[in-house]
C-alpha cells in the first residue's frame, strides 16, 4: 500500500535500481575479466532473488506514471507474462550458481538479461 502515486514509483525505481546493481557486478564475471567465485556468485543470486520480488507491488493500480508506460495498466496479462519469463530465468540462474557450473550461469546470466531487457522494451518509457 502506497499513500502517493510517486511512493509507490519511488519505491519500484529504487528496487529496480538495487537489482540492477546486484546483476549488473557480475556481469565482469561473465566476462571472464574477474575470476568466477562459486560462494560470491551464489550470495549475490541469492540477494537478487529476494530483490526479484520487490518492484511488482511498486506497479500499483493508479501509480501510473515515472519511467513506466501505461502499457503496464493497459496490458496486465502481458506484463504478468514478462515477469515470469523473468523469474523463470531467474530460477535458471540460480540452478546454475548453487551448482557452481561457470558455463550454465553464463547462459542463465544472458537470458536473463534478455527478459530484462524485452520487459524494459515494452513496459519502460524510451528515455
Ligand atoms: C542490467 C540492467 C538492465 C539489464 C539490461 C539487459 O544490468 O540494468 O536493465 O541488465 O540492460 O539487457
Redesign the pocket.
Known sequence: QFAKAKDAQEYREAA?TL???H??RM?PVVKGQVPYDKEKIKENVAILNVLATLPWAGFAPGSEGGKAKDDVWLDPDGFKQAQDKFHASMKKLTTAADAGDYDAFRVAFGD???S??SC?DSYRQKK
Open positions: 529496480m537489482m540492477a546493481s546483476f549488473g556481469l536473463v538479461a534478455k530484462c531487457k524494459h
